[in-house]
């Protein structure tokens, strides 16, 4: 059973720091792509992070450049956005992703976590 258990959300104040960690299950994760989106209300899910390749190239939204950081721990199969310098912008779900390196027909969505960014 493929599972994407997403954890690390919550309340945070402008300037501040979270770290996200989405675990995996019951797929070959070193297999696969992974990658952060998020959805505000109101709004359309979009891409955060992502890496690009199992080598480890990666790609990020034009608005979290410099401030996020997605990392992976495939010993762990586990998949990681270090968010930094928060903004109210920020507050949105965000979603792990995982996508066969190969091919679309096994992609995977876990959850969801709650990122509220507030003074």
């Known amino acids: 059973q493929v599972q994407l258990v997403e954890s690390g959300g919550g309340l945070v104040q402008p300037g501040g720091s979270l770290r996200l960690s989405c675990a995996a299950s019951?797929?070959?994760?070193?297999?696969?792509?992974m990658s952060w989106y998020r959805q505000a209300p109101g709004t359309e899910r979009e891409l955060v992070a992502a890496?690009?390749?199992?080598?480890?190239?990666?790609n990020y939204a034009d608005s979290v450049k410099g401030r996020f950081t997605i990392s992976r721990d495939n010993a762990k199969n586990t998949v990681y956005l270090q968010m930094n310098s928060l903004k109210p912008e920020d507050t949105a779900v965000y979603y792990c992703?995982?996508?066969?390196?190969?091919?679309?027909?096994?992609?995977?969505w876990g959850q969801g976590t709650q990122v509220t960014v507030s003074s």
């Open positions: 890496f690009v390749s199992v080598g480890g190239s990666t």
């Open positions: 992703n995982g996508r066969h390196r190969w091919t679309s027909l096994y992609n995977y």
């Open positions: 019951g797929f070959v994760f070193s297999d696969y792509l």
